[in-house]
Structure formats: structure tokens, C-alpha cells
């Protein structure tokens, strides 16, 4: 028997239930895993608002690290006693154990704790693909990222200064800019009291900048066009504040721009990319360029408090369930 939150309805956090499941032993290619740590990242919330649609009644959740149990047949990669995370598959990682394909596992390097790794899987892997391979970023650019404050943005924060990118952050609070500072971040943009495209103008003495990396959506959609060099690109990597609709005459009016909403089964796959990408993160990690930890956690039962915290913009950094 295992503890899963489960959803029978779409809605707030409220609809987030705690119960007892039965698990059984792993089928082929399957392996079963105890969870030591659990991500909560913003795309659970818009499959438990119905955003993003579910099947239900659903598990929830796609990013947690552990132990493996035990496998099924045909695994022959993974192995009983492995330390494991992982960022895709069937929704269900917030449980305490789970029985999943054991294609989707990454096997953790030692120098990696598990504590590190529950915040690194999701966030660490989206910063990866965001400046590796969406807009490769070869280093000496300017950018700006919104939500520098956030799970993601503290890890590309400091990916940025690593590789010598001058990243230019939007906070939400002053204390947030200082969080985001203490990363890397080497300016920062108070949201609440800044005008976005007129700071970042005037950090870039009126250039603007080669790529925008915005994972808030409806609200930030005209600051961060107008952020942009001609020919320039809106990575719209997430909307936590409404979707994005775009004129794309708005498009050419202001300098030929390009916009992406990428997702990262797109850039993840196959398997064996999937571990390159997860080896640059942890490289990143033991070479002490990364250094991520969770900066506010909850028990499993308290699923629905996390999301409320979440929600309401009170988190900063990485957010993790405890089973």
C-alpha cells in the first residue's frame, strides 16, 4: 500500500486528496520506486485547474527523486538500490511509492544528494534546455528572465553567470531581488515599482535585448516584446498569469520578432538525450557552479498548502513534498 494525492474533480487546492492506494510488483519494463523527495512545480497546478487536461480521477505530479524497490522485466539499466529522479511519465510522483516505466529514471551521481536532486530534475533540466537548445546561448548576451526569483529562475540565475550571460531578472518584491542577486543575477527588476521595458532599455543603453525568457505569460507579454532587439525572440516558456495571445502583425511591427512556446518533451527525447542533458546539469552541480536546495518544504498530506503557497507568489526557490 502506498499514500498518493489524488483529484476527482478539477479546481483549487482543495480538490487535493490524501489517500491509501494499492501498488504491486513492477510489470515489464517497469520498476517501483520510494520517493524521498517530491517537486511541486507550477504545471501541477494547471492539471489540477484543468488547464492542462487529466484523465480523472489523477494522481498528480511528474518530478520527484528515490530509491528503487524493485523491477520488472526487461530492465536492465536500472537496478534495485538505485538513487533515481525523474521529470516525465504518467502523473502520480506525488506519492510515497509508485510503481512507473523505468525508461523515464535517471540515475543520480554521488556528490548529488537527493535533497539537491528534488529540486534540480524539473528545474534544472528546463534551465538546460532553455539555454542550451531553445536559444543557445554562447555567452556575453544580455537577457531578460522573468520570475528570477523562482525554482527555475535561481538555478538560471547562476547558469547564466557560468557561462558569462548578463541576465537582467524581474522580481515581484525587493526581497526577491536580493535572493535573485545573491545567484547571479547580475540586475534586478522590482516588477511592483520598476517599469519593465523602460529599466531594461536603460540597462542596455536603448538596445534592448536578443531573447526574452518569460514564464508568466498574459501579464508580461507587451513588456517583454517591447524589451526585444529587432529580430529578436519570446522564449514563452510557461503562464502562470493567463495564456499568451499574439497579433503577429504586432509581430512585425515591432522589428520582425520570433516567438516560441516550447515544451520540454520536445527537446528531452530520446533517452539518451535525455541522460546527456541530465549529466550537463549535475556537471554544473559538482563543479560547483549550481548549488540548489529547497526553500520551503511541506509533508505529502499538506500537497494543497504548497500549491496555496505557490499560488500566492509567497514561495522563493524550489518547493518539495516530503513523503
Not at 478539477?10 to 490524501?18: A, I, M, N
Not at 502520480?92 to 523505468?102: E, K, Q, T
Request: with cysteine; glycine share 12%.
Amino acid at each position: 500500500m502506498a499514500k498518493a494525492i489524488r483529484f476527482y474533480e478539477t479546481g483549487g487546492p482543495e480538490v487535493l486528496k490524501l489517500e491509501t492506494v494499492a501498488i504491486g510488483e513492477p510489470g515489464p519494463g517497469q520498476a517501483r520506486v520510494r520517493h524521498t523527495g517530491i517537486a511541486v512545480n507550477f504545471i501541477d497546478i494547471y492539471f489540477r485547474t484543468g488547464r492542462y487536461p487529466a484523465q480523472l480521477p489523477s494522481g498528480l505530479g511528474s518530478d520527484a527523486v528515490g530509491v528503487v524497490e524493485a523491477v520488472g522485466p526487461g530492465v536492465t539499466d536500472i537496478t534495485a538500490g538505485d538513487r533515481v529522479g525523474y521529470l516525465i511519465g504518467p502523473q502520480g510522483a506525488y506519492s510515497d511509492v509508485r510503481v512507473m516505466p523505468a525508461e523515464v529514471l535517471i540515475k543520480l551521481p554521488d556528490g548529488v544528494s537527493d535533497s539537491t536532486a528534488a529540486t534540480l530534475m524539473m528545474k534544472g533540466m528546463t534551465a538546460q534546455y532553455l539555454f542550451r537548445q531553445v536559444f543557445p546561448l554562447k555567452g556575453g548576451e544580455t537577457i531578460l528572465y522573468h520570475a528570477a526569483a523562482g525554482g527555475v529562475g535561481l538555478i538560471a540565475c547562476q547558469w547564466a553567470k557560468a557561462i558569462g550571460v548578463t541576465m537582467i531578472g524581474t522580481v515581484s518584491t525587493d526581497e526577491k531581488a536580493a535572493i535573485a542577486k545573491a545567484n547571479g543575477c547580475t540586475h534586478t527588476i522590482v516588477t511592483s515599482r520598476e517599469n519593465i521595458a523602460e529599466r531594461v532599455r536603460e540597462i542596455t543603453g536603448g538596445k534592448g535585448v536578443p531573447v526574452v525568457f518569460d514564464s508568466v505569460g498574459k501579464d508580461t507579454l507587451e513588456a517583454s516584446l517591447n524589451c526585444l532587439q529587432p529580430r529578436g525572440a519570446l522564449v514563452s516558456n510557461g503562464t502562470s498569469s493567463g495564456p499568451v495571445v499574439i497579433d503577429t502583425m504586432l509581430l512585425a511591427a515591432k522589428g520582425s520578432l520570433w516567438v516560441t512556446r516550447p515544451a520540454m518533451m520536445h527537446y528531452i527525447m530520446p533517452r539518451a538525450h535525455m541522460l546527456e542533458m541530465a549529466d550537463e546539469v549535475f556537471g554544473m552541480v559538482l563543479a560547483g557552479k549550481i548549488k540548489s536546495e529547497a526553500s520551503q518544504t511541506f509533508p505529502l498530506e499538506a500537497a494543497a498548502d504548497a500549491h496555496r503557497a505557490l499560488e500566492s507568489r509567497k514561495t522563493v526557490g524550489a518547493t518539495v513534498l516530503l513523503p
